[in-house]
């Protein structure tokens, strides 16, 4: 479903059900091959981990290069953990700098849509017929307050996109195998679905494991996404996986990186 590939000295993964799609470009970078050192190694995009500016702005125009973004068109909300969506419409400006969220939306050309993770999920989305393409991140504030859903809801109501139409990549995150979370987190899903579905008690511990991916993946066959749209990377944990990926989990407090995932509609931006 997912593979590896390479743009220059950029690996990635890419989904196979959208690689051959001329007219939109989609990536989940992962964290080899950039200039930053230490903790940070290599391809960290993370501006406010410890990184140094120099090293963060010259990973990300390798990006921009490798995947012929235009020079101003990767657009970045400053994530805060919520379910805030942005949309850039086709006329508008974009502001500057971008306000908080944690989603991006936009039938605009030439916009690379960006997400940072390092462990939470990065979720992009894209309408095959009308061509509006989406980005979210969602940790586990965001995925309790249905961010998911809330993007299938932004398609629906300001672009009329048909659920069929609406593919969604569920990109590298930590896995249950390494997700280990605490009473507050679980009480959040609590008020709101049934937890049995992706919460696992340990023993003698007010303490869970928890699948993250699946929790989304539910969330969008929920939204009425036909399963076979959503292609989730539930192999790819980061926390197992830190030679391909950043993980704040893995890192236990240390310096750590983040990596890169966009989707942008190709063409001229305007």
């Known amino acids: 479903m997912f593979r590896l590939a390479n743009k220059g000295p950029v690996e990635y993964l890419e989904a196979e059900a959208l690689s051959g799609l001329e007219f939109a470009t989609h990536a989940f970078c992962t964290r080899r091959t950039g200039v930053s050192r230490g903790g940070f190694e290599s391809l960290n995009v993370g501006e406010l981990v410890g990184d140094t500016e120099e090293n963060v702005k010259e990973n990300l125009e390798l990006i921009k ?66 061509r509006v393409a989406g980005a979210a991140h ?27 139409d609406i593919m969604v990549l569920v990109g590298p995150a930590i896995g249950p195998c390494c997700y280990e979370v605490d009473a507050p987190v679980f009480e ?41 749209n959503i292609i989730l990377a539930a192999a790819m944990c980061t926390s197992c996986n830190r030679e391909l990926f950043f993980s704040h989990r893995a890192a236990q407090g240390k310096d750590e990186g983040r990596q890169l995932s966009i989707i942008m509609i190709n063409g001229t931006m305007q």
């Open 138 to 164: 969602a940790g586990w504030r965001g995925t309790a307050l249905g961010i998911a859903a809330k993007m299938i809801d932004i398609f629906r109501r300001s672009f009329s996109s048909r659920r069929a």
């Open 188 to 228: 959040a899903f609590a008020a709101r679905t049934k937890v049995e579905r992706f919460f696992y008690k340990l023993a003698n511990k007010e303490r869970w494991m928890f699948d993250i991916l699946l929790a989304n993946r539910l969330q969008l066959t929920e939204a009425g996404i036909p399963a076979n």
């Open 65 to 130: 290069r490798e995947f012929a973004i235009p020079p101003n068109g990767l657009v970045m909300c400053r994530q805060v953990h919520g379910d805030m969506i942005i949309e850039i419409g086709k006329d508008e400006p974009l502001p500057m700098p971008m306000p908080e969220g944690d989603g991006l939306v936009t039938a605009r050309p030439g916009i690379a849509l960006g997400i940072k993770t390092a462990d939470c999920v990065p979720l992009l989305f894209f309408d095959r017929r009308l």
